[in-house]
């Protein structure tokens, strides 16, 4: 039992870790999206041209930014929820509740990201790149959705095995 509670707490502390570098990166990205606008506005109003890449690089790092910071918002209570039903629950049914809410995510999570897995391999596989002026490959964006929702996914198997080990 006491190696169980190890190999869980070394998986919580690693899934932690990646929230972390999740939350880093997304913050590199809204400083990137900062810098960009700037140079797109001072390009535009000082020299009448532009940087031809802004609107689609700052799209990319928008969603960077979303799915990078989505596995540190759920893991500092910060994640959007709907409270009046599930505030009211008391007892035994919000644990149900809370099961409930765990598998169904984890399961919509698995879903998705496998879908993500499929478009990340498919247009790496077939160099399938943005018709912008950057030809962007596009795996290279989808690779933070990819990483945004394993790290979800991750994260709701730490609170999935955190309340199994804490029933009695």
């Known amino acids: ?94 644990q149900v509740a809370d099961w409930f809410i765990v598998l169904v995510s984890l399961l919509y999570t698995a879903l998705v990201g496998y879908t993500i897995w499929g478009y990340v391999l498919r247009n790496y596989a077939m160099d399938i790149r943005s018709w912008q002026f950057s030809r962007t490959p596009l795996y290279l964006p989808q690779s933070t959705m990819l990483f945004g929702f394993l790290v979800l996914g991750l994260l709701l198997v730490r609170y999935a095995l955190q309340r199994v080990r804490n029933i009695p």
């Open 1 to 94: 039992m006491r190696t169980l509670t190890a190999l869980i707490s070394g998986f919580a502390w690693a899934v932690d870790g990646l929230c972390r570098i999740g939350s880093w990166l997304g913050g590199v990205a809204l400083v990137a999206i900062l810098a960009l606008v700037c140079v797109e506005v001072a390009a535009r109003s000082l020299f009448g041209t532009s940087t031809l890449i802004a609107d689609e690089m700052g799209g990319y790092l928008n969603a960077a930014l979303l799915y990078f910071g989505m596995p540190w918002a759920l893991r500092t209570g910060s994640f959007i929820r709907v409270e009046f039903l599930y505030g009211k629950l008391r007892g035994p049914m919000r």
